[in-house]
């Protein structure tokens, strides 16, 4: 198929006139992941083409609450000449007044509580790996210490939206109506996809996404609100320290960045200091070093724990050190 003429079929299926036929043509040249990168740059053309509104209920709720307290304020500032206020128990208020008071309430509380009825929040304790099954039939894999936010009630029809804090591996299922899906992270770090392999960590000391199959839209809105999109091959990596500062790099072993699934670690020249923000955010233990010079030793291998005990020993042992621990703390010495 020509590039000019598939274009052309995405932007009418984009605009939700596609066929039957030039649905099942699309899925086959999806097939290919170059395709995939390319129907992700062109999905976007499109949407800039084609602006959508969306209401923003948050900033309108809060406008609301800002006109009510500038109402009460200038109440609670009316002088003296004036005429006194009448105050009349709640029977006594016109209809429309306790209408509106009861309106009011139940929409506070349904805005309230909507993320709760719309959103359930899967969340696994510290050492605790779970897989998941979505709605769509993509699989995920939640690391430790995690929580991923996905629809109650199954995906939309246009996209495939969740929210994940802490780290989780996934493989998303290609549909055949090609929704995209999209994994926010804390960081201003998006993830947007069509059917792929990868491993996204959002932890307090940084967030980095590794790419293994497929093709991946990586949208990042920084400090500035600027967005910087990028589009990233297999062995692709992209992480954003807590500075905002965002970095490229590539691997011939992605693979590597989901070994945790099966409660192995790969360090290579892996600092003692990064391996206690691992356990930090694995086993929410707090690392102290006796001597300074211990934090740039490094640690190189591959070994299986699947609790902290059992990572704690190997670690020593490769570094040749000790170490104690008393509740949540473990100091390393010599």
């Known amino acids: 198929m020509k590039s000019t ?4 079929t995405l932007f ?5 006139r596609s066929t039957a036929l030039q649905r099942t043509m699309i899925a086959d040249w999806l097939r290919e992941p170059a395709n995939q990168t390319q129907y992700v740059a062109w999905l976007d053309e499109w949407e800039q083409q084609h602006l959508q509104y969306l209401a923003d209920e948050d900033t309108a709720f809060q406008n609301l609450n800002n006109r009510i307290d500038t109402w009460e304020d200038a109440q609670h500032h009316v002088t003296e000449t004036q005429q006194p206020t009448i ?3 709640l029977f006594a208020q016109p209809r429309w007044l306790v209408a509106a008071a009861v309106l009011l309430c139940l929409l506070g509380g349904l805005y309230a509580s909507r993320t709760y009825w719309l ?6 304790a510290y050492g605790e790996t779970r897989p998941l099954t979505l709605s769509d039939g993509s699989h995920v894999t939640l690391n430790a210490h995690s929580t991923l936010r996905v629809p109650r009630f199954g995906f939309g029809q246009k996209s495939r939206t969740v929210w994940l804090t802490g780290e989780a591996a996934f493989t998303v299922q290609h549909t055949a109506t090609n929704q995209r899906f999209v994994v926010h992270t804390n960081r201003g770090v998006d993830v947007v996809v069509l059917g792929t392999e990868f491993n996204v960590s959002d932890r307090p000391g940084g967030t980095k996404v590794v790419l293994s199959k497929g093709a991946i839209q990586l949208n990042y809105t920084g400090k500035t609100r600027a967005v910087r999109q990028l589009r990233l091959k297999p062995g692709d990596a992209v992480s954003v320290d807590p500075s905002g500062q965002l970095r490229q790099s590539h691997t011939t072993q992605p693979e590597i960045s989901t070994v945790w699934r099966e409660h192995r670690f790969v360090f290579n020249h892996t600092t003692v200091r990064e391996i206690a923000e691992l356990l930090r955010d694995t086993y929410n233990l707090r690392v102290v070093l006796k001597n300074k010079e211990l934090a740039t030793r490094t640690v190189t291998g591959s070994f299986e724990a699947r609790n902290a005990d ?3 020993q190997v670690v020593a042992e490769l570094l040749e050190i000790n170490y104690k ?7 390393f010495f010599e």
Do not use: S
């Open 12 to 16: 009418e299926h984009f605009a939700g």
């Open 325 to 331: 621990q008393k509740d949540n703390t473990v100091t």
């Open 119 to 124: 959103y359930q929040t899967i969340e696994t």
């Open 87 to 89: 105050i009349r128990p």
């Open 5 to 8: 003429n598939i274009k052309d």
């Open 310 to 312: 059992e990572f704690l």
